[in-house]
């Protein structure tokens, strides 16, 4: 329910908005409001005349560490963190706080259905109408199947040995196969992490990480409110993730990275992918010049307990292997 007072007040689910003045305020950078750092410009810009209140406690403690959050994988590793602290609370106090845990719990839950339904009424169009063209026009597909099919490591990639683990919640990853692989009806595609469009593989968002020096403690309080977001227990609502495991189980392979970050919040899948035996090479398609590919090795490594392995594996910076960019 959405409320207004003389353009002074807004009020929704999420948060309250009060404008002590709006003379202050420039027009063009309320317009400018577009990526979350912008709003946290704007929010420091006019704090003296604009007064925000967030109803959902997790968002707003997420706002104010905002310096350090640039990827939905720095939301999940804080949800993490903030787990955590109610867990070291509970042993301190020797019982479970189970109204504060349920509580954060309810905040992601509220996060992730907005989230939801922000994909679907704003991106979900723009993918059915736009990006297959501005995927054409940006050389994605050239750069893509010329480094793809000019292997020389003689591990085969073709259609029929191709998983496409997606990690995105949309269909965006439909518009990829056909253009790139002349026979795509071999292509098998995964979505890992739930899908907008099936309620029968929902999103999944939270954490998975199990290795944590920390995560002993979190099952030893013996409460499920404690798992609740912990990504391996919702794994098991589809077969994607035993498919994955039987997928890489086959023989050897190799591993494209796109527009993944690679961050800690999915270590429980991605160490079993880059650990594993088989996998002989890691090729990383990389944005931001040197620095970006850095960012991403550095998160690879830290699924990787043997590091000569790491470095074995993951291929060199080459300019030739930037990810375009689709505006």
């Given amino acids: 329910m959405i409320s207004a007072n003389e353009q002074r007040h807004y009020n929704d689910d999420l948060l309250t908005i009060t404008l002590a003045s709006s003379e202050k305020i420039r027009p063009q950078d309320m317009q400018g409001i577009k990526k979350i750092n912008a709003f946290f410009d704007f929010k420091e810009k006019y704090k003296n005349f604009i007064s925000f209140t967030f109803k959902n406690n997790f968002l707003d403690r997420t706002i104010d560490i905002s310096t350090g959050l640039e990827h939905w994988k720095d939301i999940e590793y804080f949800y993490f963190n903030c787990l955590k602290e109610i867990v070291r609370t509970s042993i301190e106090k020797k019982r479970p706080e189970i109204k504060k845990i349920r509580s954060l719990n309810s905040d992601l839950e509220q996060i992730k259905r907005l989230l939801t339904e922000y994909l679907i009424k704003n991106v979900k169009p723009v993918i059915d109408s736009l990006f297959e063209r501005r995927l054409i026009e940006s050389g994605f597909y050239d750069i893509f199947q010329s480094n793809i099919m000019d ?24 518009k990829y196969p056909k253009n790139i692989f002349a026979n795509s009806t071999g292509v098998r595609v995964s979505w890992i992490h739930g899908s907008i469009s099936n309620p029968n593989n929902p999103v999944i968002f939270g954490y998975g990480d199990e290795k944590n020096d920390e995560y002993r403690d979190i099952e030893n309080l013996n409460r499920n409110e404690f798992l609740e977001n912990i990504k391996y227990y919702r794994y098991l609502r589809t077969s994607n993730f035993k498919d994955l495991m039987s997928f890489i189980d086959q023989g050897f392979f190799e591993v494209l990275i796109l527009g993944h970050s690679c961050g800690l919040s999915d270590r429980t899948l991605l160490s079993r992918i880059f650990e594993n035996k088989k996998c002989q090479k890691i090729q990383i398609y990389h944005y931001g010049g040197f620095e970006g590919y850095k960012t991403t ?13 790491f470095l074995k594996k993951v291929f060199d910076y080459d300019v030739k292997y930037e990810c375009p960019q689709i505006n």
Wanted: glycine fraction near 2%.
């Fill in 151 to 174: 292997n020389e490591n003689k591990v085969i990639i073709g259609p029929a040995k191709t998983l496409i683990l997606n990690f995105n919640y949309t269909h965006t990853i439909s």
């Fill in 297 to 309: 090795t550095q998160e690879i490594s830290r699924h990787m307990v043997d590091k000569s392995e």
